[in-house]
Protein backbone atom coordinates (compact mmCIF):
# COMPACT_ATOMS: atom_id res chain seq x y z
CA UNK A 1 0.00 0.00 0.00
CA UNK A 2 1.34 3.50 -1.05
CA UNK A 3 2.41 5.73 1.90
CA UNK A 4 -0.12 8.80 2.87
CA UNK A 5 2.30 11.84 3.31
CA UNK A 6 0.84 14.43 5.47
CA UNK A 7 3.21 17.27 6.21
CA UNK A 8 2.72 19.54 9.93
CA UNK A 9 3.17 23.60 9.72
CA UNK A 10 3.17 25.38 12.79
CA UNK A 11 1.96 29.27 12.71
CA UNK A 12 1.61 31.56 15.98
CA UNK A 13 -0.39 34.61 16.60
CA UNK A 14 -2.43 35.24 13.97
CA UNK A 15 -0.11 34.15 11.29
CA UNK A 16 -1.99 31.46 9.49
CA UNK A 17 -1.09 31.68 5.56
CA UNK A 18 -4.12 33.54 3.91
CA UNK A 19 -4.06 31.27 1.24
CA UNK A 20 -5.12 28.41 3.30
CA UNK A 21 -7.85 30.07 5.35
CA UNK A 22 -11.13 29.23 2.87
CA UNK A 23 -9.55 25.73 2.23
CA UNK A 24 -9.43 25.29 6.45
CA UNK A 25 -13.50 27.21 7.13
CA UNK A 26 -14.60 24.30 4.07
CA UNK A 27 -12.78 21.80 5.68
CA UNK A 28 -13.97 22.27 8.80
CA UNK A 29 -17.26 22.65 7.87
CA UNK A 30 -17.21 19.15 6.12
CA UNK A 31 -16.04 17.74 9.45
CA UNK A 32 -19.19 18.63 11.41
CA UNK A 33 -22.44 16.96 10.15
CA UNK A 34 -24.76 20.17 10.51
CA UNK A 35 -24.92 22.18 7.73
CA UNK A 36 -22.65 25.39 7.18
CA UNK A 37 -21.81 24.85 10.90
CA UNK A 38 -19.76 26.01 12.86
CA UNK A 39 -19.90 28.96 10.81
CA UNK A 40 -17.43 31.08 9.37
CA UNK A 41 -16.33 33.72 12.14
CA UNK A 42 -16.24 30.83 14.63
CA UNK A 43 -13.51 28.96 12.66
CA UNK A 44 -11.38 31.67 12.32
CA UNK A 45 -11.70 32.33 15.90
CA UNK A 46 -10.27 29.05 16.09
CA UNK A 47 -7.24 29.47 13.62
CA UNK A 48 -6.52 33.12 14.06
CA UNK A 49 -5.71 35.28 17.29
CA UNK A 50 -3.10 34.61 19.99
CA UNK A 51 -2.70 30.97 19.60
CA UNK A 52 -0.81 28.11 18.21
CA UNK A 53 -2.06 26.49 15.22
CA UNK A 54 -0.89 23.22 13.67
CA UNK A 55 -1.94 22.94 9.94
CA UNK A 56 -1.71 19.31 8.25
CA UNK A 57 -1.10 19.46 4.33
CA UNK A 58 -1.78 16.91 2.04
CA UNK A 59 0.30 18.34 -0.39
CA UNK A 60 -0.74 21.98 -0.74
CA UNK A 61 -4.09 20.84 0.39
CA UNK A 62 -4.85 21.37 4.12
CA UNK A 63 -6.43 18.28 5.51
CA UNK A 64 -7.00 18.95 9.21
CA UNK A 65 -6.00 21.52 12.02
CA UNK A 66 -5.68 21.94 15.69
CA UNK A 67 -4.97 24.63 17.97
CA UNK A 68 -4.09 25.61 21.48
CA UNK A 69 -3.52 28.88 23.08
CA UNK A 70 -2.90 29.61 26.70
CA UNK A 71 -4.41 30.70 29.86
CA UNK A 72 -3.09 31.38 33.31
CA UNK A 73 -3.23 28.13 34.36
CA UNK A 74 -4.75 26.06 31.98
CA UNK A 75 -3.50 25.38 28.34
CA UNK A 76 -7.23 25.27 26.32
CA UNK A 77 -7.23 23.04 22.92
CA UNK A 78 -8.73 25.16 21.33
CA UNK A 79 -9.99 23.60 18.12
CA UNK A 80 -9.62 20.53 16.07
CA UNK A 81 -11.12 19.32 12.65
CA UNK A 82 -9.44 16.42 10.00
CA UNK A 83 -11.08 16.19 6.73
CA UNK A 84 -13.32 13.24 6.32
CA UNK A 85 -11.57 11.74 3.89
CA UNK A 86 -8.60 10.79 6.28
CA UNK A 87 -10.29 10.48 10.02
CA UNK A 88 -9.46 7.60 12.60
CA UNK A 89 -6.10 7.64 11.34
CA UNK A 90 -4.90 9.26 14.82
CA UNK A 91 -4.51 12.39 12.92
CA UNK A 92 -6.51 14.63 15.09
CA UNK A 93 -4.85 13.66 18.01
CA UNK A 94 -1.60 14.62 16.98
CA UNK A 95 -2.50 17.72 15.69
CA UNK A 96 -4.12 18.75 19.19
CA UNK A 97 -0.92 17.55 20.71
CA UNK A 98 1.80 19.25 18.48
CA UNK A 99 -0.64 22.60 19.06
CA UNK A 100 -0.40 21.94 23.10
CA UNK A 101 3.35 21.37 23.04
CA UNK A 102 4.00 24.55 21.59
CA UNK A 103 1.93 26.59 23.96
CA UNK A 104 2.99 24.57 27.09
CA UNK A 105 5.19 26.64 29.47
CA UNK A 106 6.29 24.42 32.00
CA UNK A 107 7.00 20.34 31.99
CA UNK A 108 3.95 19.94 33.48
CA UNK A 109 0.44 21.43 32.28
CA UNK A 110 -2.96 21.53 32.55
CA UNK A 111 -4.97 20.82 29.52
CA UNK A 112 -9.15 21.39 28.34
CA UNK A 113 -11.59 21.96 26.46
CA UNK A 114 -15.10 22.26 25.17
CA UNK A 115 -16.92 20.12 22.93
CA UNK A 116 -19.96 18.17 22.14
CA UNK A 117 -17.72 15.74 20.42
CA UNK A 118 -17.30 12.01 22.31
CA UNK A 119 -14.00 12.12 20.31
CA UNK A 120 -12.47 14.51 22.38
CA UNK A 121 -13.95 13.23 25.91
CA UNK A 122 -12.35 10.61 24.84
CA UNK A 123 -9.06 11.87 24.27
CA UNK A 124 -9.00 13.14 27.41
CA UNK A 125 -10.00 10.13 29.02
CA UNK A 126 -7.05 8.54 27.79
CA UNK A 127 -4.82 10.93 29.39
CA UNK A 128 -6.31 10.41 32.45
CA UNK A 129 -8.17 13.23 32.25
CA UNK A 130 -12.08 13.88 33.40
CA UNK A 131 -15.40 14.03 32.97
CA UNK A 132 -15.12 9.78 34.57
CA UNK A 133 -17.79 8.40 36.10
CA UNK A 134 -15.37 5.80 38.19
CA UNK A 135 -13.35 8.99 39.88
CA UNK A 136 -14.19 12.12 41.32
CA UNK A 137 -12.72 15.00 38.90
CA UNK A 138 -9.16 16.03 40.57
CA UNK A 139 -10.25 19.52 43.18
CA UNK A 140 -6.98 20.32 41.01
CA UNK A 141 -8.83 20.74 38.02
CA UNK A 142 -11.94 22.10 39.42
CA UNK A 143 -10.48 25.74 39.06
CA UNK A 144 -9.35 24.90 35.84
CA UNK A 145 -13.30 24.08 35.04
CA UNK A 146 -14.00 27.63 35.75
CA UNK A 147 -11.16 29.10 33.95
CA UNK A 148 -12.67 27.56 30.61
CA UNK A 149 -15.69 27.83 31.66
CA UNK A 150 -15.41 31.81 32.34
CA UNK A 151 -13.47 32.15 28.87
CA UNK A 152 -15.98 29.91 26.40
CA UNK A 153 -18.89 31.32 28.01
CA UNK A 154 -19.25 33.56 31.06
CA UNK A 155 -22.93 33.99 31.72
CA UNK A 156 -23.20 30.65 30.85
CA UNK A 157 -24.30 27.82 33.84
CA UNK A 158 -21.54 25.38 34.94
CA UNK A 159 -22.62 21.61 36.34
CA UNK A 160 -19.64 19.38 36.86
CA UNK A 161 -18.30 18.92 33.34
CA UNK A 162 -21.09 20.27 31.67
CA UNK A 163 -21.37 23.71 30.40
CA UNK A 164 -25.04 24.68 29.99
CA UNK A 165 -26.04 26.27 26.44
CA UNK A 166 -22.18 26.45 25.52
CA UNK A 167 -23.03 26.88 21.72
CA UNK A 168 -25.38 28.91 20.15
CA UNK A 169 -26.82 26.11 18.12
CA UNK A 170 -25.69 22.41 18.31
CA UNK A 171 -22.65 21.45 16.11
CA UNK A 172 -24.00 18.04 14.58
CA UNK A 173 -27.25 16.90 12.55
CA UNK A 174 -29.66 15.01 14.60
CA UNK A 175 -29.14 11.33 14.42
CA UNK A 176 -25.28 12.72 15.29
CA UNK A 177 -26.61 14.00 18.37
CA UNK A 178 -28.48 11.66 19.46
CA UNK A 179 -25.69 8.94 19.19
CA UNK A 180 -22.97 11.40 20.93
CA UNK A 181 -25.73 12.49 23.74
CA UNK A 182 -25.84 8.52 24.67
CA UNK A 183 -22.03 8.19 24.41
CA UNK A 184 -21.32 11.32 26.68
CA UNK A 185 -23.60 10.74 29.27
CA UNK A 186 -21.47 7.46 30.30
CA UNK A 187 -18.66 9.79 31.09
CA UNK A 188 -20.64 12.75 32.73
CA UNK A 189 -23.32 12.46 36.15
CA UNK A 190 -25.14 15.75 35.00
CA UNK A 191 -27.75 15.45 32.30
CA UNK A 192 -26.39 16.99 28.56
CA UNK A 193 -28.34 17.99 26.13
CA UNK A 194 -26.95 18.72 22.81
CA UNK A 195 -29.56 19.67 21.10
CA UNK A 196 -29.96 23.24 22.78
CA UNK A 197 -26.31 23.78 22.76
CA UNK A 198 -24.86 22.30 25.83
CA UNK A 199 -21.02 21.50 25.93
CA UNK A 200 -18.64 19.30 28.27
CA UNK A 201 -15.58 20.76 29.54
CA UNK A 202 -13.01 18.10 29.56
CA UNK A 203 -9.04 18.28 31.09
CA UNK A 204 -6.52 16.39 32.11
CA UNK A 205 -3.04 17.21 34.01
CA UNK A 206 -0.62 15.86 31.75
CA UNK A 207 3.38 16.56 30.77
CA UNK A 208 5.31 17.83 27.49
CA UNK A 209 6.67 14.16 27.87
CA UNK A 210 3.20 12.29 27.40
CA UNK A 211 2.54 14.73 24.34
CA UNK A 212 5.39 13.90 22.35
CA UNK A 213 5.42 10.53 23.25
CA UNK A 214 1.33 10.83 22.33
CA UNK A 215 2.49 12.09 18.91
CA UNK A 216 5.44 9.65 18.12
CA UNK A 217 3.30 6.60 18.75
CA UNK A 218 0.88 7.64 16.73
CA UNK A 219 2.18 5.42 13.85
CA UNK A 220 3.58 8.55 11.91
CA UNK A 221 6.67 9.03 10.75
CA UNK A 222 8.35 12.19 11.53
CA UNK A 223 11.07 13.89 8.87
CA UNK A 224 13.21 16.19 7.93
CA UNK A 225 15.11 16.37 4.97
CA UNK A 226 13.98 13.07 3.47
CA UNK A 227 14.67 11.51 6.31
CA UNK A 228 12.96 9.39 8.75
CA UNK A 229 13.11 10.95 12.49
CA UNK A 230 11.76 7.70 14.85
CA UNK A 231 13.04 5.42 17.42
CA UNK A 232 13.44 1.94 16.45
CA UNK A 233 11.52 0.56 19.05
CA UNK A 234 8.42 1.43 20.37
CA UNK A 235 9.52 0.65 24.56
CA UNK A 236 8.99 3.74 26.88
CA UNK A 237 12.25 2.89 28.56
CA UNK A 238 14.21 2.37 24.91
CA UNK A 239 17.14 4.99 25.02
CA UNK A 240 16.88 5.96 21.61
CA UNK A 241 12.74 6.66 22.33
CA UNK A 242 13.94 9.30 25.43
CA UNK A 243 16.81 10.83 22.69
CA UNK A 244 14.36 11.30 20.04
CA UNK A 245 11.75 12.58 22.18
CA UNK A 246 14.12 14.77 23.86
CA UNK A 247 15.63 16.11 20.41
CA UNK A 248 11.83 16.43 19.15
CA UNK A 249 10.96 18.55 21.96
CA UNK A 250 14.11 20.49 22.19
CA UNK A 251 13.44 21.62 18.67
CA UNK A 252 9.89 22.58 18.76
CA UNK A 253 10.66 24.69 22.03
CA UNK A 254 13.33 26.86 19.91
CA UNK A 255 10.68 27.17 17.46
CA UNK A 256 8.05 28.21 19.80
CA UNK A 257 8.78 31.67 19.71
CA UNK A 258 8.69 32.30 15.67
CA UNK A 259 5.81 31.90 13.67
CA UNK A 260 7.85 29.22 11.83
CA UNK A 261 6.93 26.37 9.31
CA UNK A 262 8.07 23.68 11.15
CA UNK A 263 9.13 21.54 7.69
CA UNK A 264 11.15 18.74 9.76
CA UNK A 265 7.33 17.54 10.82
CA UNK A 266 6.57 16.23 7.62
CA UNK A 267 4.42 13.11 8.25
CA UNK A 268 3.93 9.78 6.12
CA UNK A 269 1.68 7.05 7.60
CA UNK A 270 2.33 3.91 6.20
CA UNK A 271 -0.61 0.79 7.86
CA UNK A 272 2.18 -1.75 7.45
CA UNK A 273 4.72 -0.04 9.05
CA UNK A 274 5.85 -0.94 12.24
CA UNK A 275 8.52 0.37 15.14
CA UNK A 276 10.86 -2.63 14.62
CA UNK A 277 11.87 -0.89 11.04
CA UNK A 278 12.05 2.79 11.95
CA UNK A 279 15.57 4.72 12.68
CA UNK A 280 16.57 7.41 14.29
CA UNK A 281 18.58 10.10 12.93
CA UNK A 282 20.12 12.14 15.51
CA UNK A 283 22.53 14.16 13.28
CA UNK A 284 19.57 15.23 11.11
CA UNK A 285 17.81 16.39 14.36
CA UNK A 286 21.23 18.32 15.39
CA UNK A 287 21.48 20.33 11.95
CA UNK A 288 18.20 21.36 12.52
CA UNK A 289 18.01 22.37 15.98
CA UNK A 290 21.25 24.22 15.24
CA UNK A 291 19.63 26.29 12.27
CA UNK A 292 16.50 26.88 14.31
CA UNK A 293 18.41 28.67 17.45
CA UNK A 294 20.60 30.66 15.02
CA UNK A 295 17.52 32.56 13.88
Do not use: W
Not at 25 to 32: E, K, N, P
Not at 39 to 56: P, Q, S, W, Y
Not at 161 to 173: I, Q
Request: aromatic share 8%; charged share 30%.
Amino acid sequence: MESERIKFEAYKDDELDSRYIESVVDLTQSAFSAKDIPIEEDILDHILGDLTVILALRGDEPVGFGSALGLENTVVQHGAAVDPCVQEKGLGKALIDCATLLEARDDEVVIGGRTQSPFYVKYISEKGGYPCRDRETNEDLVDCLRELANYYSPDSELEGHVLRKAYPEPLYKEEDLLESQEVLSEFVDSEVNLFRGDGILAAAQTTVETLGRAIIDAGYELEYAGEKVKVDCGKSNCMDADKTLNEMLDLMGAAESKATTLDMLSLRRDEKSSFSNLRTYDEEFEKLFRMISSN
